[in-house]
């Protein structure tokens, strides 16, 4: 079974300084990551996903995000936080098995201090 | 294209009442997803619908819950009787091609139901 988790409830982080947000799964196989984003009242937001080919994915607004086999990590950074990006932060993974299935972590809350 | 849309944006009902959420989703994806949000449980998949079929809907929690496609432009999600545990915010995501190819899903703003 697949599973995906989000250690931190929340992260804390000044303007202008650089912020991860981490993310660890559980799959069988090869996974597809996804991290979407979702402001107060609004739906989740997509950001980036990793599926194949580079470890390095870019995404939207300034994120990317590392994926890392040996760690089974995909961790969503960006190199100079905004207040605007204070929000909460879903990573979600499919495992490849044919089913249309996705689990979402139990998100982050990010806070971006002035 | 505007998105997905989702109607109400808010719902409050009394328990024992009909509550009918609305969803379109975007021209042209051939997936759609109704999900549930809660503090305890967080995103659960209830059911989803590839070219309007309904695929899988393991995740609906009773029989009280039934969801429909009748077109590619629209989707409901009925609850009757409604009762407060119901209460959530209700979600609905379309998508091109699905998970299963990689494809990203895009969710709708979702309906915030209050049963009381």
């Known amino acids: 079974a697949q599973s995906v988790a989000q250690p931190e409830d929340q992260v804390n982080v000044a303007e202008g300084n650089p912020l991860t947000v981490k993310c660890t799964y559980s799959?069988?196989?090869?996974?597809?990551l996804f991290w979407y984003v979702q402001y107060p009242n609004r739906g989740l937001q997509f950001l980036l996903k990793y599926i194949t080919g580079d470890n390095l994915v870019k995404g939207s607004y300034g994120f990317e995000a590392e994926f890392n086999k040996s760690q089974t990590s995909f961790h969503l950074k960006k190199p100079s936080a905004l207040v605007s990006d204070s929000a909460l932060y879903f990573c979600a993974v499919r495992d490849i098995g044919g089913y249309q299935k996705v689990t979402f972590g139990t998100g982050t809350k990010l806070q971006v201090i002035p | 294209d505007a998105g997905v849309i989702q109607s109400p944006r808010h719902e409050v009902t009394e328990m024992g009442q009909e509550v009918t959420l609305r969803c379109k989703p975007i021209?042209?994806?051939?997936?759609l997803f109704w999900y549930r949000q809660t503090m305890m449980r967080g995103l659960e998949l209830l059911i989803y619908f590839n070219n309007n079929v309904p695929i899988d809907d393991s995740g609906m929690p009773e029989d009280r819950f039934s969801a429909k496609m009748p077109n590619a432009s629209f989707s409901t999600l009925k609850i009757q009787p409604s009762e407060p545990r119901d209460s959530a915010v209700y979600f609905c995501?379309?998508?091109?091609?699905?998970?299963?190819?990689?494809?990203?899903?895009?969710f709708g703003q979702g309906t915030r139901l209050t049963v009381v």
């Open positions: 995501a379309s998508s091109l091609g699905g998970w299963a190819l990689g494809s990203e899903a895009f």
């Open positions: 799959v069988s196989g090869n996974p597809y």
């Open positions: 021209s042209g994806h051939d997936y």
